[in-house]
Each structure stands twice: as C-alpha cells, then as structure tokens.
DNA sequence: GCATCCAAACCGACTAGTTGGTAGTCTACT
DNA sequence: AGTAGACTACCAACTAGTCGGTTTGGATGC
C-alpha cells in the first residue's frame, strides 16, 4: 500500500495538474504544498513521469469506481449520464475538481512521456466504453433516442463534455458548461410516449 | 508593418504552440527553428506573453477573415458552418494545423500571464458570435433545426469542435474528429420538407 | 561624391532563477 | 541490524530576459 505521505503527494499533484495540466507544475510546487522538502518527494515518485502515471492511474480507477457506483444507484441509463454529468457540473461549480485530467493532458498530448500518453488514451477508452453501454442500455428501455450508432454519440457526448469545460475555462463561467451540457442531455432524452 | 523576420518568428511560435501550448515551448525552440539566436527573438518580442498575444491575434484575424470569406462565398448558412468544420477536418488531416490554438490554450488558462488569458476569451468570443449568427440564418431560412436558443447550440457546437479536437489527440486518430462532427452537423439540419 | 548619422537587426556573453534528478547522511521504528 | 523516510547539498540543463557591442542599409547634409 501507499504511505500517507505518498498519498498527499498524489493528491497534491492531482490538483496542480487539474489546474495547469502537465509540464506547468514541478516538484517544488509539491514540496511547497506537501511541506516535504523535493528529494523526499523523489523517494516516493523517482520520476516525474511515473508520478503523473500514478495520479492519472487513481483517476481512472475513480472514473471506474464513480461509474459502478451509478450504475448500481441508478437504474435508469438516462439517470446515469446525468448523474456523470452533474458530477462534473458540482465540481466545476465549487471549483474543487474543475477539469478533467485526461482531458487536459489530451490537449498537451505531443509533449507528453510515452507512458503519461498510453495512461491518458486509456482513460478516454474508458469513459467512452461506459457512455457506450449506457446509452445502448437507454436505446432498450426506450429511453434514449439517438441519431446515429452508440459509438459515436458516446464520442460525440464526451467531446461536448470535454469541450464545454475548455468553454467554461476560457470564459471562467461555470454556466456555460450547464448550458452546453444541458442541451446535450435533453437531445438525448426520447419523447415521452 | 512586421519585418519578414517576425513574420516567421511569428509563424514559428504559432506551430510550436500548435503541439505544445503555452509553457512547453522555448525561446530557445523557436531560435532552433528560425535560425536566429535567441536574443534576437528579444528584439522582435521583449517577452514571451507579448509573442503569444501576437499570435493569437494574428489566429483571431485569420478566423474573421476565414468566416468572412466562408461568408461570401457559400450562400447556404449550413454550408457555412460545414465549410468551418471542413476546414478543421483538413487541417487534422494533414496535421500541419492539428489544433485551434486558443482551444488549446484555455486548457492552460490558469497558468497564463493576463494579457494571454484575455486574447483567449476573446477568441472563444469571436467564434461563438458567428456560429450563433450563422444558427440564426439557417433557421430562419429552414435549413436548421435547433432545439435550444441559437446562443445555447452555438456554444454546443463550439465544445463538440473543440472536444473533438481533444479526441483526435487522446486517441491520436483524426477518424475521431470527423465522426464526431459529422454527427453533430447531422443534427443540425432540418428534415427536407 | 562623400562623410555623417541613425535606427533596425543581430549576436556573444551573461544573469538569476527553475527544472528534474542524484548522492550521501541522519534518524526513527521495527 | 535493517529499512523507510526524510534531509542537506548538490548537479547539469534549461528558463525568460538583459547588456553592451557590432553590422547593415538608408537617409541627410555638404
């Protein structure tokens, strides 16, 4: 298991990444944050870049976590991506968690460690797989109604969801990422019936 | 005017941030590059956040003067904004242009020096403006079909394009970035009547 | 025609500070 | 005695930016 200390670590830089993606933070950042002088962080993370693989790791097991939590919560497939898009829309709100990693990382892609790299496209393969499911699950019960195949409104809905918190940054509004998504969502819904 | 050496000085940062963003490229770089040593880069540029906000005015003007010429030359207003998602579709292609810079940028938001945070918003601004306007015309002429106001599809179909673009990175395929807009221009378009 | 002046362009050498990372040491706990 | 965690003291490489000085191509005055 990992030691208190590391665990500060990873939260530390989980939030300075959230904030200024990957090659805008250091390790005197967390050693300022943690109050662990920066060798000491090198004894729990020797490289940079294992560290963020470690952090984007922990928030891919949370995405997984955070989905099956949903999915056993909520029956309805509906219910479920709002649930996961509400989600979103509280930490953007209150500005805790107020970007996802992955996706930021997305945009830095080319300048990234190839294993920061492979841990950012498993991410999005994870997050669309779940969409996918969910949204099919809704096309069965009738309560999704979509204009083109699981896949690619998965896709389509996780780019609206990543772009609208692009939007919500270079606005610094958090409206505008209810607004977009919102929409979104009630494209999705079929028609009572 | 700008002598032939801003110019590419200019142009050089422009495909630099393109792949990188704002604080993973150099002075040093762009000196590789153009072949001129790094002070002089200072000569034309004191500092590193007045380069950028050359740059992204310059990317400002290209989009005014693009939209305007999309303006002229396609009468039909969907056709307008497939000509804008055409253009990105192209540039993905053929990567020499793989990324709106000032989507790129907002993902760095908090890390950047004002006068750069500025130039961003206004970017997302200027883009919004003409997709709504666009929106607009295509309704009245019952080409569009939108479920929400034209201010609320304009900034969704910002996000899916920008989202899209952080897709094509993630998943480092530019198939990606045409399902996903294809299917939200598909959206779009009103049922033939 | 020619000296003079000027400003733009450029560059070598440098600054002060930061980057990720290392070596070796001390201490506390098992 | 061994080990995990933390430390001080480094390192080479790089960061944006500065300084003083040279070269260049015109303009201007005579």
């Not at 002088?37 to 952090?55: D, E, N």
Request: net charge neutral.
């Amino acid at each position: 298991m990992l030691g208190e200390t590391a665990e500060r670590i990873l939260t530390t830089a989980r939030s300075l990444m959230m904030e200024r993606g990957y090659s805008a933070f250091s390790y005197a950042d967390i050693s300022e944050a943690v109050e662990i002088k920066k060798p000491s962080i090198h004894h729990h993370f020797p490289t940079k870049a294992g560290l963020v693989v470690a952090v984007l790791q922990a928030h891919r097991e949370r995405l997984i976590q955070g989905t099956a939590a949903i999915d056993s919560k909520i029956e309805s497939p509906l219910g479920r991506i709002q649930a996961y898009v509400q989600h979103w829309e509280g930490c953007i709100r209150d500005k805790t968690v107020p970007f996802c990693i992955a996706a930021l990382l997305a945009a830095e892609m080319p300048s990234l460690p190839e294993e920061v790299r492979a841990e950012v496209t498993l991410h999005f393969n994870a997050l669309e797989d779940w969409l996918e499911r969910t949204l099919k699950a809704g096309v069965k019960k009738h309560e999704i109604q979509l204009q083109n195949s699981a896949a690619t409104e998965a896709q389509a809905l996780m780019a609206m969801v990543h772009g609208a918190m692009l939007s919500a940054r270079a606005l610094s509004s958090g409206e505008v990422f209810k607004t977009i998504t919102d929409a979104a969502l009630k494209r999705l819904s079929a028609p009572k019936r």
